[in-house]
């Protein structure tokens, strides 16, 4: 059974910073890219940031370039991002996605 496992959030105030973990199981985690995604209340879930398998390659969204640094780690199948200089638009739940597969989030609350 395919399992990811955040943690992680918690609140902040603004200029601050949260490093988020993602606990990988149920697959081999080698093969497969991961992103990490947010849902701010009210809003659709978007795209943050992703790291692929084969080469680490990282892609980011234009929201959080320069602020907020996704990594792997294959031996712990682990996947962190870590985030800086947050935003109080930056609030929301946080959640790790393997394809069709979710965590249950963990939530950012950033206080201006």
């Known amino acids: 059974e395919v399992q990811l496992v955040e943690s992680g959030g918690g609140l902040v105030q603004a200029g601050g910073s949260l490093r988020l973990s993602c606990a990988a199981s149920?697959?081999?985690?080698?093969?497969?890219?991961i992103g990490w995604f947010r849902q701010a209340p009210g809003q659709e879930r978007e795209g943050v940031a992703s790291?692929?398998?084969?080469?680490?390659?990282?892609y980011y969204a234009d929201s959080v370039k320069g602020r907020f640094t996704i990594s792997r780690d294959n031996g712990k199948r682990m996947v962190y991002l870590q985030m800086n200089s947050l935003k109080p638009e930056d609030t929301g739940v946080y959640y790790c996605?393997?394809?069709?597969?979710w965590g249950q989030g963990t939530q950012v609350t950033v206080s201006s």
């Open positions: 996605n393997r394809d069709q597969f």
């Open positions: 149920g697959f081999t985690f080698d093969d497969y890219d």
């Open positions: 790291i692929t398998n084969s080469d680490g390659s990282t």
